[in-house]
């Protein structure tokens, strides 16, 4: 019985896991880069809905929306100011860019919203009885939904003209320029449907932990970066079961171990992951040559 | 004057001339009051950000990898000089360096142990892994009895002074300096540039990357145990992934593969944020601001690899005199 709550509730965390760590991977495979300020964009978007909502009393539905189409906005902004002049030189500064960003939206958004946190009022109220068993609907809402974005999201890669441009790019950028894709475009997208996903697990997470505060962005997007590379960077199931395997040790370690543990055990699972199969569960291996 | 320039051991008393009087330079502004005390204490963070960034670059910027886990080795000296110090009960300038000392060495092991497993990957995998491992560090820390767990460590004796932290940050400098100026660090530049021509070459690449990494990781529990008996309590949330991120970012600014680069970009940046305390509310936005500016704007960091050498820098000030003066033979144009 207890077992049954501590996997959906590990399903439940780990699919949010799963929608942040697609932002990652998707922006790894197609410029190289850990995105850092990923995990700020979660803050961003819980912080807009938040607002939205207990500022202008808009409805759940259209505040999310405004924030999916914000956060999606500021990653496009982000990449094109901060990231595409760099493009060409080293990963390094790339990385310490994005370790800026990362630490400025921190700050604008305590300027803004104070270093205090908020209590964000849960959207999905209510329970739903599956078979014997009472779950809240938030649980059920976020499990769902994670799977239809999940299919949808590889339907699209797989089939769609634009899904197929951004394979391109990450297979090799300058010869997908060569047979014509607009790889500024094909980026630009990358980062808007990623960051719009990372808008999407804020939502989901601020409904399960109804508190909001600037900085916990950080080790949402370490935990759902760890998930990517769990799965095998790049890779897009990877990035999906590495975040539900990710939270469902989460969940395990709370309730059988200690809840003070689970980032270690967390951060444990990557190193022997990493070490035994550094390319992740689902990732390619690649050659180096000289 | 110029011939004697170019010998080892007149450069190296040279330096130590320059650094002996830098000294007595410091404690004369501090003793007659030019700096305040405030600013006097301002002088020990420097010195320890120096010694975290100039490490971090050794194995950043000289080794070519991408660690993210530098505060917690920083954490692992800290604690280990401040446990010791705290069981001791010797007289405060015998204590503190046998402290600091032991932390550095101990934080060097857990590099060697940290390191053998972690060098194995490459690139991003090992700034992952290194960074997992920080975190690790942090969480059990946090988790342990002896080390005061979330309750911090209290108690620590203030036992750092300018002194120390001037001698540390010597040291630090000069042992590095040396390091990569030897065989040994040849290797290390090596690697840096192919490792897979490197091992072609007969380098033992693993063997440099430890050794690199570890003497990485010593330097920065060298500074933790400084930082410790500065500040006289720990606190394990202090050692996370931002505070690694902090150090990168010095390292970074200053210029990946630059001593002198480290050694401004960290005296700046620590002397900044509180120089601009004034607008408190805005200065960890300016700072951020600044780094983007900085890393888009000149992405080699500000020195890029340039190394200054006061022997050096004498040399070409006297050459081009003797030049002005129109005494420069062809025997100085041979030489440059």
Redesign the interface.
């Known amino acids: 019985m207890a077992l049954v709550y501590l996997l959906i509730n590990g399903l439940q965390i780990g699919s949010i896991y799963a929608l942040v760590a697609l932002g990652y991977s998707m922006v790894y495979g197609i410029v ?1 880069l ?1 995105n ?1 300020a990923h995990g700020d964009i979660i803050m961003v978007g819980a912080y807009c809905t938040w607002y939205l909502m207990s500022r202008f009393s808009f409805p759940a539905p259209a505040a999310v929306a405004a924030a999916i189409v914000f956060c999606a906005a500021l990653g496009v902004l982000i990449e094109k100011i ?1 990231y595409k ?2 493009r060409n ?5 790339l ?3 994005a ?3 990362s ?2 939206l921190q ?2 958004s ?2 803004i919203f104070s270093p205090n946190p908020r209590m964000f009022a849960n959207i999905f109220t209510g329970t739903v009885t599956i078979g014997d068993r009472q779950f809240s609907s938030a649980t059920v809402v976020t499990i769902a939904i994670s799977l239809i974005i999940m299919v949808g999201l590889t339907l699209l890669v797989k089939y769609t003209k634009i899904g197929k441009a951004m394979r391109t790019v990450s297979e090799d950028n300058e010869t997908a320029q060569l047979m014509g894709i607009n790889v500024n475009n094909t980026i630009s997208f990358t980062f808007a449907l990623g960051s719009g996903l990372a808008a999407v697990g804020a939502v989901f997470y601020c409904c399960s932990y109804s508190q909001i505060q600037p900085t916990m962005g ?1 080790m949402l997007g ?1 935990k759902a ?2 998930a990517a ?1 769990l799965g095998g ?1 790049g890779s897009l199931p990877g990035a999906m079961v590495g975040g539900l395997c990710i939270g469902v040790a989460e969940s395990l370690t709370k309730g059988y171990i ?1 809840s ?2 689970t ?2 055990v967390v ?2 699972i ?2 022997v992951v ?2 035994i199969k ?1 390319s992740g569960i689902l990732g390619l291996h690649r050659n ?1 040559k ?1 | 004057m110029a011939g004697l320039l170019k010998k080892t051991p007149f450069r190296y008393a040279l330096n130590a001339v320059t650094a002996g009087g830098l000294y007595v330079i410091i404690m004369a502004l501090i003793n007659d009051n030019v700096l305040n005390r405030y600013q006097a204490l301002m002088l020990i963070p420097i010195g320890f950000n120096i010694i975290l960034a100039v490490s971090l670059n050794l194995s950043a910027g000289f080794l070519g990898q991408l660690p993210l886990g530098h505060a917690g080795f920083m954490s692992i000296g800290g604690y280990s000089a401040a446990l010791l110090s705290m069981s001791l009960s010797m007289p405060a300038n015998v204590e503190l360096p046998l402290a600091i000392v032991f932390g550095g060495l101990v934080a060097a092991a857990f590099g060697i142990l940290i390191g053998l497993p972690a060098l194995r990957l490459r690139g991003d995998y090992l700034a992952i892994l290194t960074l997992g491992f920080g975190e690790i560090i942090r969480v059990v820390i946090l988790n342990l009895e002896f080390t005061g767990g979330a309750n911090c460590l209290r108690g620590i004796g203030k036992q750092t002074t300018v002194t120390w932290v001037y001698i540390f940050v010597l040291i630090t400098l000069f042992v590095i300096t040396t390091l990569i100026k030897s065989r040994h660090g040849r290797a290390v530049l090596a690697i840096r540039e192919d490792e897979i021509a490197a091992e072609a070459s007969g380098i033992p690449t693993t063997y440099y990357k430890v050794m690199a990494f570890s003497v990485s990781a010593g330097f920065a529990g060298v500074a933790g145990g400084l930082y410790a008996h500065y500040l006289s309590i720990l606190d394990p949330s202090t050692f996370g992934f931002m505070r690694s991120a902090e150090i990168l970012v010095i390292v970074v600014l200053g210029g990946l593969g630059s001593i002198f680069g480290s050694v401004i970009s960290a005296t700046v940046l620590t002397i900044l944020p509180e120089l601009l305390r004034d607008f408190n509310d805005y200065r960890m936005v300016i700072y951020s601001l600044m780094l983007v500016m900085v890393m888009i704007f000149k992405p080699s960091g500000l020195c890029g690899r340039y190394e200054f050498s006061l022997g050096d820098t004498l040399d070409g000030f006297f050459t081009s005199i003797r030049r002005q003066l129109g005494k420069g033979g062809p025997t100085d144009a041979a030489d440059s």
Do not use: H, M, Y
């Not at chain 1, 030189?89 to 500064?93: E, I, P």
């Open positions: 190289k850990i850092f901060a002049p760099l030189s080293g990963r390094l500064s990385l310490v860019t370790i800026g960003v630490l400025l700050n604008v305590q300027l950080s370490l970066f760890v590379v960077i200690s003070k543990l980032d270690a951060f444990g990557l190193i990493l070490l550094p180096e000289v």
